[in-house]
């Protein structure tokens, strides 16, 4: 009756809060080797060098998918806000990796499918999912470009639907950005949704720029 160990249910709730697989170690590896590239990358301002889309096939077959229908990605694995080339849509629950050869890979976490796309002529600067997951938006500062991609509740349903972009625009292209102390600095943009048709893209310089669907 006693023998239950009083560690046995805060190792449960442990689980609870996060359930990877055994893999889990793989995929802090990983993460712990892009923070390295980040530092090493930080005095040639060259971020491109990081690549999260192989690191995101990791944590996506490593993911328990379940613990999604309560707490957001971020919430599960803090290290994914660090980069703002992945999205989540929890409303649709789909991730999105993008890639500095310039493809975008889309997840598809209830059916267990994903789609890859080349979506830019350079790297992948950052992309964002609106909040219903009714669109994508991908910036490639290099390219100097930003593209609005229309989905659907029936995305990769059954390989009927796919991704496809509806707009493309002129945006911002990469600049040099030196900190305070006159170092440089990788060139990190971050786009946010701020209606269901418009968002933000956010420069490291401080300046914004709207765009619309």
């Known amino acids: 009756m006693g023998g239950q160990k009083e560690g046995d ?14 893999s889990l170690r793989n995929v802090l590896r990983h993460f712990n ?12 301002n060259d971020s491109h060098r ?6 995101g096939e990791i944590l996506v077959h490593c993911l328990d998918t379940s613990l999604l229908k309560h707490r957001t ?8 806000t660090k980069f703002y080339m992945v ?3 929890a409303n649709t629950r789909r991730i999105a990796f993008g890639g500095r050869n310039g493809t975008i890979v889309v997840h598809e976490l209830r059916a267990a499918k ?4 080349q979506a830019h002529k350079g790297a992948v600067t950052s992309l964002a999912f609106s909040e219903d997951g009714k669109y994508l938006a991908t910036y490639g500062a290099e390219e100097a470009k930003l593209s609005f991609w229309q989905t659907s509740q029936t995305f990769l349903g059954m390989g009927q ?3 496809r972009c509806i707009r493309s625009q002129p945006a911002p292209a990469v600049f040099p950005v030196i900190s305070p102390g006159g170092s440089p600095q990788p060139f990190r943009a971050r786009l946010v949704w701020i209606s269901s048709k418009s968002l933000t893209l ?8 709207r765009f619309t669907v």
Request: glycine share 6%.
């Open 114 to 117: 994903s789609q890859t796309i």
């Open 33 to 44: 080797k892009l923070r390295e590239d980040c530092t090493a990358v930080h005095s040639t």
């Open 87 to 89: 999205g989540y849509c």
């Open 50 to 55: 990081i690549d999260v889309k192989q690191v």
């Open 73 to 80: 990605l971020s919430e599960i694995f803090p290290p994914i």
């Open 202 to 209: 956010m420069l490291p310089n401080g300046k914004e720029h």
């Open 9 to 22: 249910g805060k190792e449960n709730r442990v689980f609870e809060y996060v359930h990877f697989n055994l």
């Open 161 to 163: 639907s796919q991704l």
